[in-house]
């Protein structure tokens, strides 16, 4: 985060994308939320599938 930049609580937004190595077949995805929020419901999701939090690398 930049010295200058302005962080401020509220809802927060993801954006990613990829590609094969020929950058084709494209694809996005977005989330917006509460960062807390959206970690809550994601711990239920797994909680009831009986699964675990996967490691990002």
């Known amino acids: 985060m ?3 930049g302005l962080v401020e609580r509220g809802p ?3 954006l990613a994308h990829g590609h094969d190595e020929r ?3 494209m694809y996005n995805a977005l989330v917006r939320g509460d960062p807390r929020r ?3 419901s994601t711990d239920r999701y797994l909680g009831r599938r009986g699964l675990r939090r996967p490691k990002v690398q």
Do not use: C, G, K
């Open 23 to 25: 950058l084709d077949h």
């Open 38 to 40: 959206t970690q809550r």
């Open 2 to 4: 930049p010295e200058d």
């Open 12 to 14: 927060a937004t993801l």
